[in-house]
């Protein structure tokens, strides 16, 4: 099955800095790749997701990469606000078992004021 | 909330209890999940299914079970086996038009 590596597991920014979270994932066959963003004792909510087919995706002050030869993929958060303080978590969808994502173990982003 | 129903949003359970987490969908989707999470850990795969009537084991299914009678339902019961079961518990589901998930609110079980 697929194996997802979450890194860092923790990351503090001042507010208005960039934070980057990375994702590496085993199967190259994975052709999915969502991103989730929790808030303390919430569901996850999807905040950006990426196909195969793509390099590179933004919504705002989000953004999604991929490198599908390296296998990884990173969110860019520019401009960090408080509000983006959070747990987020990635995930690959794993083609050997349709629409099973598989989640890293997540990082806790902390936006200093 | 998002079309996923999950309840109770709290249940305390005795040791030697089976309880059941009831989740609920209304958005038409063929594929549910169940997921724990535990504090300051990742989301670990219990069952899913992907059509009525069939489930499937995940990761950590030792103490767990399910059914999928309906498609818009899909519980899941904790049983005394489960030597462990204080945690965090999602339901989700995810459909033919998009490949993400929707997650529910969420069942934070507490053995007392």
């Known amino acids: 099955g697929e194996n997802v590596e979450q890194h860092p597991s923790t990351l503090s920014v001042q507010e208005g800095d960039s934070a980057v979270i990375k994702c590496t994932y085993s199967d190259s066959a994975s052709n999915y790749f969502p991103w989730y963003k929790q808030e303390l004792g919430k569901r996850p909510q999807l905040i950006i997701d990426i196909r195969s087919n793509v390099g590179e995706k933004k919504d705002q002050r989000i953004a999604v990469t991929l490198n599908k030869t390296a296998k990884h993929f990173s969110l860019h958060i520019t401009e960090t606000q408080p509000e983006d303080s959070a747990v987020y978590f990635c995930?690959?969808?794993?083609?050997?078992?349709?629409?099973?994502?598989?989640f890293g173990s997540g990082t806790q982003l902390t936006v200093l004021p | 909330d998002g079309g996923i129903t999950q309840s109770p949003k709290y249940l305390f359970r005795k040791e030697g209890q089976n309880v059941t987490l009831s989740c609920e969908q209304n958005?038409?989707?063929?594929?549910m999940y169940w997921y724990r999470q535990d504090p300051g850990q990742g989301l670990r795969l219990i069952y899913y299914?992907?059509?009525?009537?069939?489930?499937q084991k995940g990761d950590i299914a030792e103490g767990y079970s399910v059914s999928r009678e309906k498609k818009e339902s899909f519980p899941l019961t904790v049983t005394s086996a489960q030597k462990n079961p204080t945690a965090f518990y999602l339901c989700a589901s995810s459909g033919r038009e998009a490949w993400g998930y929707t997650f529910g609110s969420g069942t934070r079980l507490t053995v007392v």
């Open positions: 299914s992907q059509i009525v009537n069939d489930f």
């Open positions: 958005l038409n989707h063929d594929a």
């Open positions: 995930a690959a969808l794993w083609a050997g078992s349709a629409r099973q994502l598989t």
